[in-house]
């Protein structure tokens, strides 16, 4: 059974840009979340969509978007890259929203340098 | 405010020395509380899964534990392969995970 995959791996941007990251979860499962994973915050939860609908939403701006389409496949956009916004982004999948009992299944992460 | 707290932040083990790594948590009304393991550059692996306090898993040279405030992660006779961070994360009742800082782990053979 394939695991999730994430495209690109790795990506350069220069400030101001925006970029888009795709993730494809595990078959079968229907909720993807999205994670931002920095040696300083650690891992950090962005958002959550099942059902091509955003569930539950973290603590960061406006420019972080995202969206799941009919196939649960997701996509995560950044808008005016920031040098801050360098990072490890992360796709998880599980089957479904289970009230957080469900394991997540993380994919490799899109690498994301900013300069 | 929901809070992990991995310790400690570094280890450095001989080969089959055997230890355990600590996460205590802070989160009213826990669903459940998930060990990883990540390798450098890729994404976490996902290894344990507890519900309740006093329930234990294990595989291979892991085993995890759960009370009311805390899990370990014990490993017993540890390989160089074990090397890795182990992350500690928790949910609260949604598909939200609460990550600790995690631990480094180093087994020198």
């Not at chain 1, 360098?86 to 690498?111: D, V």
């Not at chain 2, 089959?16 to 393991?37: A, M, Q």
Request: glycine share 10%; net charge positive; with cysteine.
């Amino acid at each position: 059974k394939a695991g999730v995959t994430q495209t690109p791996r790795y990506l350069i941007k220069t400030r101001g840009q925006q970029v888009t990251l795709s993730c494809s979860p595990i078959s079968g499962h229907r909720s993807v979340s999205w994670y931002q994973q920095t040696p300083g915050q650690g891992l950090q939860f962005l958002f959550e969509y099942f059902s091509e609908t955003q569930r539950n939403k973290g603590n960061f701006p406006g420019r972080f978007s995202g969206r799941q389409f009919s196939n649960s496949r997701s996509e995560m956009n950044v808008s005016t890259l920031e040098l801050g916004d360098s990072a490890l982004y992360l796709c998880a999948s599980s089957l479904a929203p289970s009230g957080g009992y469900n394991e997540q299944f993380f994919g490799p992460g899109t690498r994301l340098t900013v300069l | 405010e929901d809070q992990v707290t991995q310790s400690p932040e570094a280890l450095r083990l001989q080969e089959g020395e055997s230890s355990s790594l600590n996460c205590s948590y802070t989160v009213s009304g826990l669903r459940g509380l998930f060990w990883y393991r990540q390798d450098p550059g890729k994404g976490p692996e996902f290894l344990f899964t507890l519900y309740s306090a006093g329930e234990e898993k294990e595989k291979e040279r892991l085993k995890a534990t759960l009370t009311k405030k805390e899990s370990f992660l014990h490993i017993t006779a540890p390989k160089p392969e074990d090397s890795a961070t182990y992350l500690c994360a928790v949910s609260q009742g949604a598909q939200k995970l609460v990550f600790g800082q995690g631990t480094r782990l180093t087994i020198n053979p």
